[in-house]
Antibody, heavy 119, light 109 residues
């Protein structure tokens, strides 16, 4: 069974940093691209970042470019999101998601971790 | 302003067939498969369709199609448990980004 479990969320002050993790199991993690997707309170889904299976290709939404860094450790079946210079508008539930390699869309989602940026 | 356009709300009665649409352009829907995601009461999203594939565990009353730059999700035989927010997404090669629609709130009357 595919499982994606996020951790690392919490309350952080504006300008602060946070590192999210996603532990993957039930599939060959090193064979799949992965996404981070977020949802602000009362808003829709927003793509944050993507990383290919071997980390060769990395993409970011304009809203986080230069502040967030996506990475992965295939030996540990883990995905990460380093978030720096956090702003109030980064407050959201952050989801880890697996990408269907042949279709460039998501097939499995984690349960999400809440990040709150507030003084 | 979302890159993909969805109806804000759609409603139907139990047993009815409803169709949700997702409109983009040649850089996204016109070139790539579309994913459809169901979100109930702001819980975690669940994929109900990707491309023409139905994920395991999703009832076959869900089906997907695409024509040009518009994708559609059809639910045949609407059930009360189908009431949710539905989002579409795909890759956009001109933006080098995944793009989402703004979501459709489906109400089962």
């Amino acid at each position: 069974e595919v499982q994606l479990v996020e951790s690392g969320g919490g309350l952080v002050k504006p300008g602060g940093s946070l590192r999210l993790s996603c532990a993957a199991s039930g599939f060959t993690f090193s064979s799949y691209s992965m996404n981070w997707v977020r949802q602000a309170p009362g808003k829709g889904l927003e793509w944050v970042s993507s990383i290919s299976s071997s980390s060769s290709y990395i993409y970011y939404a304009d809203s986080v470019k230069g502040r967030f860094t996506i990475s992965r450790d295939n030996a540990k079946n883990s995905l990460y999101l380093q978030m720096n210079s956090l702003r109030a508008e980064d407050t959201a539930v952050y989801y880890c998601a697996r990408v269907v390699n042949t279709a460039m869309v998501v097939d499995y989602w984690g349960q999400g971790t809440l990040v709150t940026v507030s003084s | 302003q979302s890159a993909l356009t969805q109806e804000a709300s759609v409603s139907g009665t139990v047993g009815q067939k409803v169709t949700l649409s997702c409109t983009g352009n040649s850089n996204n829907i016109g070139s790539y498969a579309v994913g459809w995601y169901q979100q109930i009461s702001h819980g975690a999203p669940k994929t109900v369709m990707f491309g023409n594939s139905l994920p395991s565990g999703i009832p076959d009353r869900f089906s997907g199609s695409k024509s040009g730059t518009t994708a559609s999700l059809t639910i045949s035989g609407l059930q009360p448990e189908d009431e949710a927010d539905y989002y579409c997404s795909t890759w956009d090669y001109s933006l080098s980004a995944h793009v989402f629609g703004g979501g459709t709130k489906l109400t089962v009357l």
